[in-house]
C-alpha cells in the first residue's frame, strides 16, 4: 500500500472554500464597523421658549422677568454642552430664550420658520454630528422631536417652559429621547 497525496482540485477547493468564508466575515465586520462608528452621532436639544408676556394685543410678545430668567438658566445647563448651531423661530420669545446661550458661546441665531418643521429638518441635516439648539413653541416641539425620529410626546400645556428634549440621533429616521426639565417651575 502507498500512500496517496489529496488530489490537487481538492486541496484547491479548499483553498477557494475558505478564501470565500474570509471575504464574507471580512465583508460583516465592515459593514458593522461602518453602521455602528462610521456615522457621527448628532444631538438636537429641544425646548420650548420661555415665559411670555400674555398680551392678546400682541402676536409677537418679549419674555416676562420669569422667562428671561429661565433663558439665563437655560443658558447655564447647556454652557458646556457643546452646542455649536441654535435654532429659534421668527417670533421674539424662542430667539430671547436662546439669546443667553448664544451670546455666551458667540454662536448665531439661524431663523426658521415655525410653520415649516420639514426646512427645520433640512437645516439640521446640514449639521450631522454637531449639538443643535431648538427653541420652538408647545405647538411645535412635539412635531419636531416626531420628525427627528423621536417617539411621539404628550401635548406641552400652555403654562409649562421647563421641558428640555434631548434627542440622539445615531441615524436619521431614529432617535432616542431624553426629557428632562430646567429652572424653577
Known amino acids: 500500500m ?3 497525496s489529496p ?3 481538492t486541496r484547491v477547493r479548499t483553498i477557494v472554500v475558505f478564501s470565500l468564508l474570509f471575504a464574507i466575515f471580512a465583508a460583516v465586520v465592515l459593514f458593522g464597523y461602518w453602521t455602528t462608528f462610521s456615522r457621527p452621532m448628532t444631538t438636537v436639544i429641544v425646548v420650548r421658549h420661555a415665559e411670555k408676556i400674555l398680551d392678546p394685543n400682541n402676536q409677537n410678545p418679549d419674555l416676562t ?3 428671561q430668567a429661565r433663558a439665563q438658566e437655560l443658558a447655564r445647563v447647556l454652557a458646556n454642552s457643546g452646542v455649536t448651531t441654535i435654532f429659534a423661530t421668527q ?3 424662542t430667539q430671547q430664550t436662546v439669546q443667553p446661550l448664544a451670546n455666551a458661546l458667540h454662536v448665531p441665531i439661524v431663523q426658521v420658520d415655525a410653520k415649516d418643521t420639514g426646512e427645520l429638518i433640512r437645516q439640521i441635516d446640514k449639521h450631522r454630528g454637531e449639538t443643535i439648539l431648538v427653541s420652538g413653541h408647545s405647538n411645535t416641539v412635539p412635531g419636531i422631536i416626531v420628525a427627528l425620529g ?3 410626546v ?4 400652555d403654562g409649562e417652559h421647563d421641558n428640555l428634549y ?4 445615531y441615524r436619521y429616521g431614529k432617535a432616542k429621547v431624553l426629557r428632562l426639565r430646567y429652572g424653577a417651575n
Request: aromatic fraction near 4%; avoid cysteine.
Open 2 to 4: 502507498t500512500e496517496e
Open 7 to 9: 488530489e490537487p482540485r
Open 65 to 67: 422677568a420669569v422667562g
Open 91 to 93: 417670533y421674539g420669545r
Open 150 to 152: 423621536g417617539d411621539k
Open 154 to 157: 404628550p401635548e406641552i400645556p
Open 166 to 169: 434631548v434627542l440622539s440621533i
